[in-house]
T-cell receptor
Framework: DARVTQTPRHKVTEMGQEVTMRCQPI?????VFWYRQTMMQGLELLAY????????DSGMPKDRFSAEMPDATLATLKIQPSEPRDSAVYFC????????????FGPGTRLTVL | QKEVEQDPGPLSVPEGAIVSLNCTYS??????FMWYRQYSRKGPELLMY??SSGNKEDGRFTAQVDKSSKYISLFIRDSQPSDSATYLC????????????WGLGTSLAVNP
């Protein structure tokens, strides 16, 4: 049963600390997305990779957020330093370029920054 | 004005009711219209996908697109408690690099 995995599932940290979230996309998928979901803003696209190359990170606060794909099986999202307003659920999703409308989401990382 | 507007609800209906969920959008260039379902504490999953105008049916679910009004709908017939979830509309333009533009989601509770 192929699925996107994300770690950690929950993270509580203090303001100023570094947070790293990891995602393993579905094997064979060539697009990876990072989203942030809050009640007020809904799902916001933070970064988008195609064949491991970053295509769009315009939704990401560049001063504190960074996203990378060191290899095809791992995507990372880092926040440094973290702030209380970063508290949200962060989702990773993967898919195929020619089926762009079907994105397969992981279970999310619930981040709380105190 | 947001590109996609969706009433967040919550919507509460009795089991067996017909449910209508809606989104409006502002950009006439949008051509792909999706409905994702998100259960509590889970990631969204694709429920239905429509290209351009018209209707698409899948079991108890019908997706409808009215491009002239820039209005999309999802109908659920004979709703079940297992349909209780948040329903998000997502739309995009054509092209390989197209991003999905998401609605806020409508929370639906189907009461037995």
């Amino acid at each position: 049963d192929a699925r996107v995995t994300q770690t950690p599932r929950h993270k509580v940290t203090e303001m100023g600390q570094e947070v790293t979230m990891r995602c393993q996309p579905i094997l064979g998928h060539n697009t990876v997305f990072w989203y942030r979901q809050t009640m007020m803003q809904g799902l916001e696209l933070l970064a988008y990779f195609r064949n491991r190359a970053p295509l769009d990170d315009s939704g990401m606060p560049k001063d504190r957020f960074s996203a990378e794909m060191p290899d095809a099986t791992l995507a990372t999202l880092k926040i440094q330093p973290s702030e209380p307003r970063d508290s949200a659920v962060y989702f990773c999703a993967s898919g195929l370029v020619d089926k762009h409308n079907e994105q397969f989401f992981g279970p999310g990382t619930r981040l709380t920054v105190l | 004005q947001k590109e996609v507007e969706q009433d967040p609800g919550p919507l509460s209906v009795p089991e067996g009711a017909i449910v209508s969920l809606n989104c409006t959008y502002s950009n006439s260039a949008f051509q792909y219209f999706m409905w994702y379902r998100q259960y509590s504490r889970k990631g969204p999953e694709l429920l239905m996908y429509t290209y351009s105008s018209g209707n698409k049916e899948d079991g108890r679910f019908t997706a409808q697109v009215d491009k002239s009004s820039k209005y999309i709908s999802l109908f659920i017939r004979d709703s079940q408690p297992s349909d209780s979830a948040t329903y998000l509309c997502a739309i995009s333009v054509a092209g390989n690099n197209r991003k999905l533009i998401w609605g806020l989601g409508t929370s639906l509770a189907v009461n037995p």
